[in-house]
């Protein structure tokens, strides 16, 4: 499968627990996003990277979250002191440089705080 | 402010209706806009994207979408619709230099057999 790989698929975890998820883009893919998705609601921009490079952050990116993607491959989004308002679908989505909002997808992890 | 505005949220149709979603846009400068698709249980897919040009986009499996300058709208179109076209259907616009896109709320279509 050639396609943008997110684990875990689901996770369940108790308010003021961290968790990490990692998302593996296609591997020529050399932009990487974090967006969140809540019921009801589109995808809402995190962040963004070009290979290593952390480029743009959204302000809904508190200081409990943290990204990283270190040697521009995979990467991992990281919650700290997890919040029942953190419960969401998190995605992550690559592209090439030059293929501008040409997103593939993965399938998402799903947070549920408990 | 930058938004993109979908003013369905559930759309539901006979097999062979038309179909037409509305989706409005609010912001100024490079106008790149785009309409993905979420079938149940699968992940966002990219149906057709707007750069310039043609105002009339034809996308895959059928759609089609027309920019509107003038009304700051991007509808997305399907002269018949089938079954296997039920899922949830995103408008998105450039919500910036770096890539990132402004998704609307969705609009569920469910298409009756």
């Known amino acids: 499968d050639t396609g943008v790989s997110q684990n875990p698929r689901h996770k369940i975890t108790k308010r003021g627990q961290n968790v990490t998820f990692r998302c593996d883009p296609i591997?020529?893919?050399?932009?990487l996003y974090w967006y969140r998705q809540t019921l009801g609601q589109g995808p809402e921009f995190l962040t963004y990277?070009?290979?290593?490079?952390?480029?743009?952050k959204s302000r809904l990116l508190s200081d409990r979250f943290s990204a990283e993607r270190p040697k521009g491959s995979f990467s991992t989004l990281e919650i700290q002191r997890t919040e029942q308002g953190d419960s969401a679908m998190y995605l992550c989505a690559s592209s090439l440089r030059t293929e501008w909002g040409g997103y593939t997808f993965g399938s998402g992890t799903r947070l549920t705080v408990v | 402010a930058q938004s993109v505005s979908q003013h369905n949220h559930h759309v539901i149709l006979s097999e062979a209706a038309s179909l037409e979603l509305g989706c409005n846009y609010s912001y100024g400068g490079t106008v790149n806009l785009f309409w993905y698709v979420q079938y149940p249980g699968q992940h966002l897919q990219l149906l057709l994207k707007?750069?310039?040009?043609?105002?009339l986009v034809k996308g895959i499996k059928g759609f089609e979408a027309e920019f509107i300058k003038s009304k700051f709208s991007f509808n997305l179109r399907k002269p018949s619709v089938q079954w296997s076209d039920t899922a949830e259907y995103f408008c998105?616009?450039?919500?910036?230099?770096?890539?990132?896109?402004?998704f609307g709320k969705g609009t569920k279509l469910s298409v009756k057999p």
């Open positions: 990277f070009q290979n290593e490079a952390q480029l743009e």
């Open positions: 998105a616009g450039r919500g910036g230099s770096q890539g990132n896109l402004i």
């Open positions: 591997s020529e893919h050399n932009r």
């Open positions: 707007y750069f310039s040009g043609d105002p």
